[in-house]
Nanobody, 122 residues
Framework: QVQLVESGGGLVHAGGSLRLSCVASGRTASSYSMGWFRQAPGKEREFVAGISSSGRRLPGLDSVKDRFTISRDNVLNTVHLQMNSLKPEDTAAYYC???????????????WGQGTQVTVSS
């Protein structure tokens, strides 16, 4: 079992930055690919960015590739999402995930955090 706790969400103006953090607990946490999904009201959850246990970036959302950077620290079992040049359309609940995988061509995950809200005002 892996438990995930996110932090760092909040309200920011368009063009601003936020840094999301996620701490994973569990003996095998460092062996999992980790990353972030998001879900806006009325929309499906979408895969934003991910990173393998060895540090390889997973193919995430095209619309954020030039603005968001994912990183992880396997010693501290943490994963971060640095979000720059935020836009109102980035507003969503962001979920930390561990054990990210593709099932029937769709990204999903074995473990989920409780979510942290990111709101970008125009």
């Amino acid at each position: 079992q892996v438990q995930l706790v996110e932090s760092g969400g909040g309200l920011v103006h368009a063009g601003g930055s936020l840094r999301l953090s996620c701490v994973a607990s569990g003996r095998t946490a460092s062996s999992y690919s980790m990353g972030w999904f998001r879900q806006a009201p009325g929309k499906e959850r979408e895969f934003v960015a991910g990173i393998s246990s060895s540090g390889r970036r997973l193919p995430g959302l095209d619309s954020v590739k030039d603005r968001f950077t994912i990183s992880r620290d396997n010693v501290l079992n943490t994963v971060h999402l640095q979000m720059n040049s935020l836009k109102p359309e980035d507003t969503a609940a962001y979920y930390c995930a561990a054990g990210i995988k593709r099932v029937n061509m769709k990204w999903t995950s074995d473990y989920w955090g409780q979510g942290t809200q990111v709101t970008v005002s125009s």
